[in-house]
């Protein structure tokens, strides 16, 4: 049979079309009629999930949307267990939801694998989401999946460049991943890739669980690493604490995707707003709810990048952050 770019029948492409057109139907039909419309969402973390879900909320409040009379959020979170995303996406599709906004690239799979038919939001693909085949290209999804991805390989290297002017002699930098989830493997080897033409080991240090970072964290130390980059996977983001304590116990540097993490006492970030993701999110929630077609909104690229540092906790650490770095700092706590 012949097959579509992302290699499904095209049969299944002709059904998914004509029942797309109806969730999409019944979406703006909510907004029409004042029947709050369902948003489902789906984490492989907590069932608060940091960051995210606070901005994304003022963002669609901020737009006119009230929870509970326009608007209904459907929770699924898996709590660190991934094998549970599957029934979790499962039941959203049970629920009737008008669409689902999955966080990170195995909630978006099982988004996918439980719907042709509900848009799908990602919020966010850590993955290349072409090669991932959540969609075709980033200017045509071409199917009910579209929304962000954070996949900028070219970070990598910007990382490990603010850690070696903050470390002088740094050498060897650990990388703390969850290898479950794709997105984390994905870091990895973009890290080793940049390190290599950095003159830089790079030590890897798998955490699925979190009983299992204090000995990775023992491992990264027993290894000779002088610094660590913490992966933007979602179990490691809501887990923080742990995290943070541990850095701090045995005094490694270390570099964090997002800002809130500095703010709550992490050495230093660099990576994607956010508040800007978040806000970009409720655009296409937005769009589709009031019948814009998923495969009519390209996938878009973070556009703001922030570097913050935490002078308190380099003091803390014994590290002096050099004028460079902290002038070309976006947010600087002290």
């Known amino acids: 049979m012949t097959r579509t770019s992302r290699g499904r029948p095209d ?15 019944r979406g703006a039909s909510a907004q029409s009629t004042g029947r709050a419309a ?6 492989p ?12 909320r003022q963002r669609l409040r901020d737009m006119g949307y009230v929870e509970g009379r326009t608007i209904e959020f459907e929770i699924r979170a898996a709590n660190e267990d991934f094998e549970r995303l599957p029934d979790l996406a499962a039941d959203l599709v049970r629920a009737r939801v008008d669409l689902i906004i999955a966080v990170s690239s195995p909630a978006i799979r099982a988004a996918e694998n439980a719907t042709s038919t509900i848009p799908i939001v990602m919020a966010f693909s850590g993955t290349d989401p072409v090669a991932s085949l959540f969609v075709a290209s980033l200017a045509r999804p071409d199917g009910n999946v579209t929304g962000l991805t954070t996949y900028t390989p070219e970070m990598a290297g910007k990382r490990l460049e603010v850690l070696r002017e903050c470390v ?4 060897r930098v650990a990388v703390l991943a969850n290898f479950r989830n794709p997105s984390s493997a994905a870091e990895v080897r973009e890290t080793e890739a940049a390190a290599r033409t950095m003159a ?17 964290f023992a491992a990264i130390v027993k290894g000779g690493a002088r610094a660590v980059f913490v992966t933007a996977d979602p179990v490691l983001s809501s887990n923080r ?8 116990q045995h005094r490694l540097p270390a570099m964090y995707q997002w800002r809130d ?25 937005d769009k589709i709810l009031k019948g814009t077609r998923p495969e009519a909104l390209p996938v878009e690229r973070p556009s703001k990048f922030e570097l913050a540092v935490n002078l308190k906790t380099a003091a803390a650490l014994g590290i002096t952050i050099p004028p460079s770095v902290v002038g070309r700092a976006d947010r600087v706590i002290k």
């Not at 369902?38 to 984490?43: D, H």
């Open 241 to 248: 604490e742990r995290i943070l304590r541990l850095a701090a």
């Open 168 to 171: 002088p002699g740094l050498r």
């Open 38 to 43: 369902r948003i489902g969402y789906l984490t």
């Open 11 to 25: 049969r299944r492409a002709f059904v998914m079309t004509l029942a797309s057109g109806l969730v999409l139907a």
């Open 200 to 216: 830089l080991e790079i030590q890897v240090a798998d955490a699925r669980l979190p009983e299992q970072y204090p000995d990775a």
């Open 45 to 56: 973390s907590s069932l608060s999930p940091r960051g995210l879900m606070p901005e994304l």
């Open 261 to 285: 993490i500095v703010e709550a006492g992490g050495l230093m970030s660099y990576g994607p707003s956010l508040a800007e993701l978040a806000g970009r999110v409720a655009v296409y929630v």
